[in-house]
Nanobody, 115 residues
């Protein structure tokens, strides 16, 4: 079974930065997709950024130029560097691992952008 542990959330002022981490246990061999998603209260869970085992990366239009997704294969960890944060970025951020039609989710970490 795949397990995901997230960290790095917190409170930050507009224009500030945070770096989220997601450590994955279990096998990550083969073809997979990992990504960061976010969900504000009363709203749908939306994709923020994804990265595949082949290295392909996608970003939501709302975060392009501000967020960067990356991975460290040796540590089985992905990261989300968030810069120039805006109040509308406030949400619970979730890490997801997908392989062979199965999705595995982290517990979520709160990101709050407020002055």
């Amino acid at each position: 079974q795949v397990q995901l542990v997230e960290s790095g959330g917190g409170l930050v002022q507009p224009g500030g930065s945070l770096r989220l981490s997601c450590a994955v246990s279990g096998s990550t061999f083969g073809i997979y997709t990992m990504g960061w998603y976010r969900q504000a209260p009363g709203k749908q869970r939306d994709v923020v950024a994804t990265i595949t085992s082949g290295g392909s990366i996608t970003y939501a239009d709302s975060v392009k130029g501000r967020f960067t997704i990356s991975r460290d294969n040796a540590k089985n960890t992905i990261y989300l560097q968030m810069n120039s944060l805006k109040p509308e970025d406030t949400a619970v951020y979730y890490c997801k691992f997908s392989k062979w039609s199965r999705d595995y989710w982290g517990q979520g970490t709160q990101v709050t952008v407020s002055s």
